[in-house]
């Protein structure tokens, strides 16, 4: 709901360690987001001063254990975190899932000693920028060609194919990549950028994200240390799964931020339009308009909170993560939209944030899995595959 200040209360139940970070990073976000993130969509540049700043915050080591220099929160404390800035900057949000919560995740849950020790410190620090394929596609096409395939040779992997999408491509120190061995088994990697081999062949003229520069990157012959392989034995694809099921969570949290700010500013506009002597607000249409634009949110952040519950618990979570994923990019589609049309005719100059907020809503939908592959995962749990 919008509270008298203007702000959407959250309605998860909060440790005061947890409300002490939302506050802290509310009011960062408040501060140094609105004026970024107008600016990087108009004139792309990856944001290293932001960083820096955040990094010195301790954002991207909240979800990192102490042992590696991190903060031990949980997850409910990142996805606090990852909401309150993408109200201001999704793409900030957005790097922020990945760099504080995805990879950390992934090394922490799943990697070894060394890996731990090796990447984790650097991560929490800002010093190492971690990332993957927002929508990494597992086959070239219909035959089931993999797009990644590796090898091994003596205490080697050696990685032929590419990539589309990563994220900070020509920025990010380190990537997190999926391959087919011979015998067909998923393996997952860390490789680092800048080793023989592994080029970036270009950067997107994408709809947003524009200052997160996505790219393609190409895999020729790299030669990847077996130390690399993140994980153990067979069961690759389930490591995959449990991985990004985490990073769906904070994707969702990020569709979240954008709805909350984007139902604010129509609503604070049809406090101040008026037709006909009347505050736009006043009118019945108009009313039910943002009353439906609340639901949804209200929507978003219940189906997020039982997600989260869920995944905390350790109980199985596939079916439930991709709702809360599914519906609140397709609701932040929808609630943008509505408060363009609140806006009339100036929600549609870029003079005002609303058409920003639409084009950063629809890339939430396809990041970490599209429309399609969620209801691939919910219909599997439902007839029980």
């Known amino acids: 709901m919008i509270t008298q200040k203007g702000e959407m209360s959250m309605d998860f139940k909060l440790s005061e360690d947890q409300k ?69 900057c999704s793409s900030i949000g957005i790097f922020t899932a990945l760099q504080a919560g995805v990879i950390p995740y992934a090394i922490t849950r799943y990697g070894t000693q060394k890996q731990k020790e090796n990447y984790l410190p650097r991560i929490a620090a800002g010093k190492l920028l971690a990332s993957i394929s927002l929508n ?119 569709s979240l931020g954008i709805a909350e700010m984007a139902l604010l500013k129509a609503r604070d506009y049809s406090l101040e339009r008026k037709q006909f002597e009347t505050v736009i607000a006043d009118f019945e249409g108009m009313r039910w308009m943002m009353a439906t634009m609340q639901s949804k949110v209200t929507q978003i952040r219940a189906l997020l909170a039982h997600a989260v519950n869920l995944k905390t618990a350790g109980e199985p979570a596939a079916s439930e993560i991709a709702i809360a994923k599914m519906v609140a990019a397709e609701s932040a589609i929808e609630i943008t939209l509505d408060a363009i049309q609140v806006y009339g005719g100036y929600g549609y100059m870029k003079d005002f944030p609303l058409e920003r907020y639409f084009r950063e809503a629809k890339a939430t939908e396809f990041i970490l899995g599209t429309r399609s592959q969620q209801l691939n995962i919910i219909a599997n749990k439902l007839i029980q595959k």
């Open 20 to 88: 002490l970070i939302r506050d802290m990073v509310r009011e960062f976000a408040q501060k140094e987001l609105p004026d970024l993130a107008a600016q990087i969509d108009e004139k792309p540049g990856f944001p290293h001063q932001i960083i820096s700043k955040m990094a010195q915050l301790g954002l991207f080591g909240l979800f990192i254990p102490e042992a590696f220099s991190g903060g031990g929160m949980d997850l409910l404390s990142l996805i606090l975190t990852v909401e309150e800035l993408s109200k201001h």
């Open 136 to 254: 990494e596609p597992l086959f070239l096409n219909q035959d089931k060609t993999p797009v990644l395939t590796c090898r091994l040779e003596g205490e080697n992997y050696i990685l032929n194919g590419f990539n589309r999408l990563v994220l900070a491509a020509e920025e990010a120190n380190l990537f997190l990549l999926i391959a087919q061995d011979e015998k067909q088994q998923w393996k997952l990697f860390l490789v680092e950028n800048g080793i023989p081999g592994l080029k970036i062949t270009g950067i997107e003229n994408s709809m947003s994200l524009r200052d997160l520069k996505l790219g393609q990157m190409v895999l020729d012959n790299c030669i990847i240390p077996a130390g690399n392989l993140l994980g153990k034995g067979d069961i690759q694809l389930e490591i995959r799964a449990d991985i990004f099921e985490t990073g769906k969570l904070l994707i969702a949290a990020v």
